[in-house]
């Protein structure tokens, strides 16, 4: 049995795991037959990641072949684990009736404490009240069970991960995080390994939690739009940093009015469409780092959420979206491509509007997927700007992997009834469930402007609302 042991650095917060680029397949594990515990990740093990280097994490990982051990014991556990998930009302897989007496196998797994873990399985452990030292990740009930009777033995935790790990209630999080080992069951499926590593780097989404809205926390990102350099942009030049996280406070006053918890975002345009085609002719004035960079690290003092917006003219979403990579390695920053600033070849601003192909938009999908995983971050915002059909053509195409929040920003202006029209026809596509949904709000604009309990009584309901 190999093991590959890392010392346990504290609580989440704190860096750490190892990374596991999304190219890298399982391939020796996809036809490999384990009688055991699979391991996360362990250096020389047959089953790695092709190609992955992980040797400055802080799990143990193993493999090995304990259950084979005691088959009796494994077997008789199945339905005293199921009765017990019956018990704490947490869902399963269904079993087949035991041949085994279940007062025996109650009073031998008494022990056990098992509570309802959310839309990840149940949680069970000998030793509720302290840390444990082994935490076990497995598919479903009849592992569970099979588990189970080890498990109280040497003081483990068992969880049943029926779904996306970064959904765990944060107690839980936390559980595994602090563990010395941490173990996956054959079965989980191939995001799990990954989904646990953003576990273990413990980096969060400012105001908590892993995933953008797919949750227990209602969130809602209500944000000044703008560019840095003064008030003919928007909103957000009006007034410095500072002050701008103060006029987030304000605006977004009777947006949680339906429980949602405002997360206050800067929507900041990085780069800006031009008359002119400029010194490379793209007509898109790129905006230094330099003056990005105060307004990212004053959004992360401030549990402020940032989106990085992208007007390219004739050139691309991907390339510019690269100039600011080191923005996006982070867990506080998203990004949002506007494709009424997209030109084609000989096209000029403000003559027609721009659009872009959902084949561009995957670039950036795919490109962006990649940077959460290879950084383990939470869940990142894709903001796609659009008021007409136009825009985005072959949108049913475009790519929502799990490691983004995908979201459409109905950006139109003009009086009400023109908003809600547009509203309702861009969300009533085929399409439009697969998308989260985003309203802008323009101070001159708009005639008049949407209130609060006007956004918030749109269908869909609206997690994004910004101001211009």
């Known amino acids: 049995m190999q093991k590959f042991i890392r010392p346990n650095p504290g609580g989440l917060g704190e860096p750490r795991g190892a990374r596991v680029p999304r190219s890298k397949r399982m391939t020796g594990c996809g036809v490999?037959?384990?009688?055991?515990?699979?391991?996360?990740?362990?250096?020389?093990?047959?089953?790695?990641?092709?190609?992955?280097?992980?040797?400055?994490?802080?799990?143990?990982?193993?493999?090995?072949?304990?259950?084979?051990?005691?088959?009796?014991?494994?077997?008789?556990?199945?339905?005293a684990a199921a009765t017990a998930r019956d018990a704490s009302g947490a869902s399963g897989i269904g079993l087949a009736p035991s041949e085994f007496?279940?007062?025996?196998?109650?009073?031998?797994?008494?022990?056990?404490?098992?509570?309802?873990?959310?839309?990840?399985?149940?949680?069970?452990?000998?030793?509720?009240?302290a840390e444990p030292e082994?935490?076990?990740?497995?598919?479903?009930?009849?592992?569970?069970?099979?588990?189970?009777?080890?498990?109280?033995?040497?003081?483990?935790?068992?969880?049943?991960?029926?779904?996306?790990?970064?959904?765990?209630?944060?107690?839980?999080?936390?559980?595994?995080?602090?563990?010395?080992?941490?173990?996956?069951?054959?079965?989980?499926?191939?995001?799990?390994?990954?989904?646990?590593?953003?576990?273990?780097?413990?980096?969060?989404?400012?105001g908590g939690g892993l995933l953008m809205f797919d949750e227990g926390l209602d969130r809602r990102l209500v944000a000044i739009y703008g560019h840095p350099s003064g008030p003919g942009l928007?909103?957000?030049?009006?007034?410095?940093?500072?002050?701008?996280?103060?006029?987030?406070?304000?605006?977004?006053?009777?947006?949680?009015?339906?429980?949602?918890?405002?997360?206050?975002?800067?929507?900041?345009?990085?780069?800006?469409?031009?008359?002119?085609?400029?010194?490379?002719?793209?007509?898109?004035?790129?905006?230094?780092?330099d003056v990005i960079r105060p307004w990212v690290e004053t959004a992360a003092a401030n549990n402020v959420y940032v989106v990085l917006d992208l007007q390219p003219g004739r050139s691309n979403f991907l390339s510019q979206a690269k100039v600011y990579e080191e923005f996006l390695r982070l867990p506080h920053v998203g990004l949002a491509i506007d494709p009424e600033w997209r030109l084609k070849p000989h096209q000029v601003h403000l003559e027609q509007i721009g659009t872009v192909d959902a084949a561009e938009v995957n670039q950036v999908v795919r490109w962006l997927a990649g940077i959460v995983r290879e950084e383990a971050l939470p869940q990142k915002l894709l903001v796609l700007h659009q008021f007409s059909f136009s825009m985005i053509t072959n949108r049913e195409l475009v790519e929502t992997p799990p490691e983004l929040a995908v979201l459409i920003h109905m950006d139109g202006q003009g009086t009400m009834n023109m908003k809600y029209n547009t509203w309702n026809?861009?969300?009533?596509?085929?399409?439009?469930?697969?998308?989260?949904?985003?309203?802008?709000?323009?101070?001159?604009?708009?005639?008049?402007?949407?209130?609060?309990?006007?956004?918030?009584?749109?269908?869909?309901n609206p997690v994004f609302v910004s101001f211009q």
């Open 425 to 460: 026809s861009l969300t009533g596509e085929r399409d439009a469930s697969q998308f989260h949904w985003g309203w802008k709000n323009f101070y001159d604009e708009d005639s008049p402007m949407a209130t609060p309990q006007q956004v918030l009584e749109l269908t869909p």
């Open 234 to 289: 928007g909103v957000l030049g009006e007034q410095g940093r500072e002050e701008g996280v103060e006029r987030l406070r304000s605006i977004a006053e009777g947006y949680d009015a339906d429980g949602a918890v405002v997360l206050p975002t800067f929507e900041i345009i990085t780069t800006v469409a031009s008359a002119g085609p400029g010194g490379d002719g793209d007509y898109s004035s790129m905006t230094a780092r």
């Open 134 to 206: 082994r935490v076990w990740v497995v598919a479903d009930d009849e592992q569970a069970a099979t588990l189970a009777a080890h498990g109280y033995q040497v003081g483990n935790t068992l969880i049943v991960a029926t779904g996306d790990l970064r959904a765990l209630p944060p107690q839980t999080r936390e559980l595994i995080v602090n563990a010395s080992t941490v173990e996956l069951s054959p079965g989980l499926n191939e995001d799990t390994l990954w989904q646990l590593e953003v576990i273990r780097r413990g980096h969060e989404i400012p």
């Open 101 to 129: 007496d279940r007062n025996d196998i109650r009073e031998a797994l008494a022990i056990v404490n098992t509570a309802p873990n959310a839309n990840a399985g149940a949680i069970a452990t000998s030793t509720p009240s």
């Open 32 to 79: 490999a037959r384990f009688i055991g515990l699979i391991a996360l990740a362990a250096v020389g093990s047959s089953c790695l990641p092709v190609g992955s280097a992980s040797t400055s994490t802080d799990a143990v990982l193993t493999v090995g072949d304990r259950l084979e051990s005691s088959p009796a014991a494994a077997s008789s556990t199945v339905d």
